[in-house]
Each structure stands twice: as structure tokens, then as C-alpha cells.
């Protein structure tokens, strides 16, 4: 009886301590246009838009942006964001997706506008 008592508390605390447990956190939808994401804890894996640039006014020299008034995007296959470690990039004016896959680590949005999740 004391054996079936024992198990039923450790039965009992462990449904316990899983209720209790705090929510995993949710997947950022939006990305915001700054930042590193790492994929998992922060971001979910998927195809990403946004619609370009966050800069309120564009700096052209010779009818080219300067690098200032563009959105930048990296893929990394490390979680620190490591530039030896980059899979992707590009780099535009205008709207733009990102693919972030299964292969991807972690991402880097520089000066962009927020990142929503394509269905």
C-alpha cells in the first residue's frame, strides 16, 4: 500500500509541476526591422516580407541609395550571427522576402521595416 501511495504522490507532483510550468514563449509575427532573431526561442522558420526600407528620408549619391538608407537581411548558420557563418543576404530599397528554413540558425534585420509571415 505504501509503494501505490508513493507512486500516486510522484504521479500527483509531476502533474502538478507540469501545470504549473510557464507557457513557452510565442514566435515573434512580426520580426521587428532591427535586431538578431534566433530561430526557435525567438523567431519560427518560415517565409518572411517586408516592405523595404525604414528610412523616413533615402540618401542618393549618382541615382544610388546610400547603404544607410536600405534594409539588410542575413542568414546565419550559427546562432551568434557569426559573418563567417552567413547563408543568405540581400539588400534593397524596396519589399523583399526572406526564407528563413530549417537550415537557417538565426536572423538579422538592419534598418527595415517589419518582417510578417507569409501564409
Known sequence: MARALRALAIFVAS???????????????PIPGNGVFVVGPDIAPGLYHTDGSASVVGVWINNVPTQDSMCAWFTY???????EHVLQTNISIGPMYANINTSVKAFESQNCQPWTRVP
Request: net charge negative; proline share 14%.
Open 15 to 29: 502533474v502538478t509541476a507540469i501545470a504549473m510550468a510557464p507557457p513557452a514563449a510565442a514566435a515573434m509575427d
Open 77 to 83: 548558420g550559427t546562432p551568434d550571427a557569426n559573418k
